[in-house]
């Protein structure tokens, strides 16, 4: 499961102890392995132009980005003639088996309690 982690409740994570980034890696409390992580943003909103890449609601990481000639600064992205107002963050992947046991994926307790909390804070 790909999560998104606006920036601003990393932030909150963070003066709250419950979590932290320390060299690209999600750090929390009590986990034994961190989480990778990946700069990212959220687009939420369209400035002006046309968002002919449909670009909005989705999330791409600063790779992405790159790869897409865009220019990222702030809460702001251009594409061309297209400018975006965003949400900056990271993703992270973590696996998660949902309750059940899926032979196609391997049973991580770790991850399904990091997801189970990223996915609690989040809503």
Do not use: C, I
Not at 49 to 65: A, H
Request: net charge negative; no cysteine; hydrophobic share 40%.
């Amino acid at each position: 499961m790909r999560l998104f982690l606006p920036q601003t409740t990393l932030e909150e994570w963070a003066l709250a102890d419950k979590a932290d980034l320390k060299d690209g890696k999600l750090v929390v409390p009590g986990e034994k392995t961190p989480f990778p992580v990946h700069p990212a943003v959220h687009f939420t909103r369209l400035v002006s132009g046309q968002d002919e890449k449909k670009l909005l609601s989705r999330v791409k990481t600063q790779e992405q980005l790159e790869a897409l000639g865009a220019d990222h600064f702030a809460d702001s992205v251009v594409l061309g003639e297209t400018a975006y107002e965003v949400v900056p963050g990271y993703v992270t992947e973590v696996q998660t088996t949902g309750g059940k046991l899926d032979p196609r994926r391997p049973n991580n307790p770790e991850a399904d309690l990091l997801a189970a909390f990223l996915l609690n804070k989040m809503s």
